[in-house]
């Protein structure tokens, strides 16, 4: 489906709180302008799934799914940095996966198979992008691991606009403690 009027670029998200969002700064904040793009700071989250562009209806259908959907808050320890070398990306994520979030990933991709919206199969990396642009290996960088809780998931639309990407809160769900 092409973008039009009737679709969204969207995709679900994790979002930080204020504490997380200090905690993900300071580990953006130790590179230099030189070493890549910064992520801004209302833009910090963890992708749950990507759908790309999605029609209104589709949107529609996978929020009244989603308000059936039953799975635990989680912590996530976010203790490890990364870089993905062709995409010019430097992230921060966990070592371990918890059960929960693999379990809320999983569920979202039925979710969109079973609205015909296809999705990326490549293994779930679940990772805080913190600068863009980044063409060459940073040099060890501090990383003072944080404890993520995430006590609810979004569903986010994303924009590209002149002055950067915008996410826009569509709808968000609580998980159960």
């Not at 302008?33 to 562009?53: C, M, Q, W, Y």
């Not at 569903?155 to 002149?162: D, I, R, V």
Request: hydrophobic share 40%; with cysteine; aromatic share 10%.
């Amino acid at each position: 489906m092409t973008a039009d009027s009737r679709s969204k670029r969207v995709f679900f998200a994790l979002l930080p709180d204020r504490e997380t969002v200090e905690a993900i700064n300071f580990h953006a904040n130790q590179f230099s302008p030189d070493t890549g793009s910064k992520v801004r700071a209302e833009n910090f989250h963890i992708t749950l799934l990507f759908l790309g562009n999605v029609s209104t209806q589709s949107i529609e259908n996978l929020c009244m799914d989603c308000d059936s959907l039953a799975n635990p808050a989680f912590d996530l320890i976010i203790n490890s940095p990364g870089w993905w070398k062709k995409a010019g990306i430097l992230w921060l994520g966990p070592n371990d996966i918890p059960a929960a979030l693999d379990n809320l990933h999983q569920s979202l991709r039925s979710l969109a198979t079973r609205h015909r919206i296809a999705t990326d199969n490549k293994p779930y990396v679940p990772h805080i992008t913190l600068l863009r642009k980044v063409w060459e290996a940073p040099e060890n960088p501090v990383v003072r691991p944080f404890t993520w809780s995430a006590d609810s998931f979004t569903l986010m639309q994303s924009e590209t606009l002149p002055d950067g990407t915008r996410y826009t809160e569509l709808a968000s769900w609580s998980l159960h403690s």
